[in-house]
């Protein structure tokens, strides 16, 4: 009876063992890419993020306004960034509620790798509802960016 079950035990146990080792590799990436979140993103720099409101005049229809949210970034880090996560806001002083809160996804043409820039001109309107924002409001609104998070080439998500 005995002899029945030794071609199975060897086979169980190994995948047992291999598992295990999958399993601790997971973990390794998985606290390797923890430690390392907050500084990677802490090393992508925007500046320069403007939201505005470009009139287009078309002769037949007359104007449109066309809102376009432009920023540049910066990698400071050693990690090539392939996707970055932000959160724009769009607020005036004397309002208590933003005028536009949304998260932006984008994915960077190319990625950036460690010591480049790039400047990113994105239609707000594929975003994030913007049109609650008026040509006035813009006259005494801040727009913030800030980086939530960010993908690197190997598409591991490294959250703040």
Same mark, same amino acid.
């Given at each position: 009876?005995?002899? *029945?079950? !030794?071609? *199975?035990?060897?086979?169980? *146990?190994?995948?047992?063992?291999? %598992?295990?080792?999958?399993? $601790?590799?997971?973990?390794?990436?998985?606290?390797?890419?923890? @430690?390392?979140?907050? +500084?990677?993103?802490?090393?992508?720099? =925007? $500046?320069?993020?403007?939201?505005? #409101?470009? !009139?287009? @005049?078309?002769?037949?229809?007359?104007?449109?306004?066309?809102? =376009? =949210? #432009?920023?540049?970034? $910066?990698?400071?880090?050693?990690?090539? =960034?392939?996707?970055?996560?932000?959160?724009?806001?769009?607020? +005036?002083?004397?309002? %208590?509620?933003?005028?536009?809160?949304?998260?932006?996804?984008?994915?960077?043409?190319?990625?950036?790798?460690?010591?480049?820039?790039?400047?990113?001109?994105?239609?707000?309107? @594929?975003?994030?509802?913007? $049109? #609650?924002?008026?040509?006035?409001?813009?006259?005494?609104? #801040?727009?913030?960016? @800030?980086?939530?998070?960010?993908?690197?080439?190997?598409?591991?998500?490294?959250?703040?």
């Amino acid at each position: 009876m005995s002899g *029945i079950f !030794k071609p *199975i035990a060897l086979p169980l *146990i190994f995948g047992l063992m291999w %598992s295990d080792v999958a399993l $601790s590799q997971d973990i390794t990436k998985f606290n390797t890419l923890e @430690t390392h979140a907050p +500084a990677t993103i802490d090393a992508i720099k =925007i $500046s320069n993020q403007k939201f505005a #409101s470009r !009139k287009f @005049t078309l002769q037949k229809y007359g104007g449109l306004q066309w809102p =376009i =949210i #432009s920023f540049n970034m $910066s990698n400071k880090g050693r990690v090539t =960034i392939k996707r970055i996560y932000l959160r724009a806001v769009l607020k +005036a002083p004397a309002r %208590s509620v933003p005028f536009a809160d949304h998260d932006i996804d984008y994915a960077i043409p190319g990625g950036l790798a460690p010591g480049e820039s790039k400047h990113v001109a994105l239609d707000a309107d @594929t975003v994030g509802d913007w $049109s #609650s924002v008026t040509r006035e409001a813009l006259h005494k609104a #801040s727009f913030f960016l @800030t980086v939530t998070a960010v993908e690197d080439a190997g598409g591991n998500k490294l959250v703040k």
